[in-house]
């Protein structure tokens, strides 16, 4: 009996056998924040009562010491301090942080350590620390240099705030990203583009703007704002994208842009489908391992994840990502790159032929969604802007 007829040729490479671990970050939650924005869905909670910052920089320790058996003797090359509002804590607590890590991972010696901060908890001393302890790239929430539209936000700053923290930033750090969004409610082209002009007199390395979204379990998803019709806000779009590289800033990314050489390590990495190790109040982690895929969630609500962390059991839940599960996973990241990616990279990244999705390259390239050679694929001008009709594509059900 021929057994060879019992399995399809070529099963055997479609296994999940990765020959090269993924680059790996690591991701570092703060979830306080001085008040929760009314468009904001991240795991953000208004801080009240005492300070919890030095039980909280424990657990973050902690939580990494548990984590390390995944990732042991990888290089970390990548840092994120996100949030909330990281610059809430001290210089001192981010300096404890970053000790421990350069103590328990083997971390680049050339490493991106970037840190969000809110113009409103701005002070030069704290920056001039923060800089000491490591961070190395700052991203400011400017979102806005307009009053009334800060206050229609909820944001904390008011413009003059907004440019006063751009100006201390600076004064720290040579690698500074700056957070601009439009579609805001009762917003003019004009005023869009303001804002995106106010931002390039500071001519930072990196810009990030972003089309602001109705999130579901936020209060305008509740209470709807007046928000400029989808023509107007199309209007915005293709205005700052113009201003911009009028600017000399490559538009690498969906909402990303930034000065040569100066694109975000870290969130490369994301699109790249890089591993990442996400440690604090509701991380995600995914990572690689020679024969599997895994992805993790902490616990989300900070008390109930600093009790966890007490039980040395901060992950609330962790799947293996199925190998079917993989080319969808990777295309929704690495599609968000305007140049798209190197062919050899699907297969780098998880370990599967890229044969394997032959017939959706086909039928996005019939659409007119995707473009491709030899050497790379990258969705058209036209996959850019719908970006979800083109990812749907890969998705198997």
């Known amino acids: 009996m021929n057994t ?4 399809p040729i070529g099963l055997k490479t479609q296994e999940i056998h990765f020959k090269i671990l993924p680059p790996l970050a690591l991701y570092i939650h703060i979830p306080w924040c001085v008040s929760k924005c009314p468009y904001c869905d991240f795991n953000s909670h208004e801080a ?3 300070s919890q910052e030095s039980e909280y920089i424990a657990a973050l320790i902690r939580d990494l010491e548990l984590a390390l058996p995944l990732v042991w003797g990888r290089k970390v090359h990548s840092i994120f301090i996100g949030g909330g509002t990281p610059s809430l804590f001290s210089g001192q607590a981010i300096e404890k942080i970053l000790s421990a890590v350069r103590m328990l991972l083997p971390l680049d010696i050339n490493a991106e350590i970037t840190m969000e901060a809110n113009p409103g908890t701005v002070e030069a001393e704290k920056f001039a620390r923060f800089r000491a302890a490591g961070v190395n790239r700052l991203s400011l929430g400017i979102q806005s240099f307009n009053d009334a539209h800060l206050k229609s936000l909820g944001r904390i700053h008011g413009a003059d705030e907004a440019r006063r923290a751009v100006q201390i930033a600076q004064q720290h750090f040579e690698n500074i990203n700056l957070d601009i969004m439009y579609g805001l409610p009762q917003q003019t082209l004009a005023e869009a583009e303001q804002d995106m002009q106010t931002a390039l007199e500071f001519a930072p390395q990196h810009l990030s703007a972003y089309h602001l979204t109705l999130e579901p379990n936020t209060l305008f998803h509740r209470y709807p704002p007046a928000l400029p019709d989808d023509d ?16 000399g800033y490559q538009h690498y990314e969906t909402s990303a842009f930034a000065q040569p050489k100066k694109q975000s390590r870290h969130n490369l990495n994301y699109w790249q489908f890089g591993d990442y ?6 991380a995600h982690s995914k990572i690689s391992f020679r024969d599997k895929v895994l992805r993790q969630v902490r616990y989300k609500q900070p008390q109930n994840y600093l009790q966890q962390v007490a039980l040395d059991a901060p992950v609330q839940t962790e799947h293996r990502v199925e190998r079917d599960g993989l080319p969808f996973e990777f295309m929704m990241n690495a599609l968000r790159l305007n140049q798209g990616f190197d062919s050899t990279l699907f297969a780098e990244r998880t370990s599967l032929p890229l044969l394997m999705i032959r017939r959706e390259l086909e039928q996005a390239e019939k659409s007119g969604l995707l473009q491709r050679d030899l050497q790379r694929i990258a969705p058209s001008e036209l996959g850019q802007r719908f970006l979800n009709d083109l990812v749907q ?3 198997r059900e």
């Open 4 to 7: 060879h007829l019992l399995h």
């Open 232 to 247: 107007t806000s199309y209007a915005m779009q293709q205005a700052i994208q113009k201003l911009l590289a009028d600017n």
């Open 277 to 282: 190790l996400g440690i604090g109040a509701g």
């Open 48 to 50: 009240k009562g005492a």
């Open 393 to 395: 594509i890969f998705l």
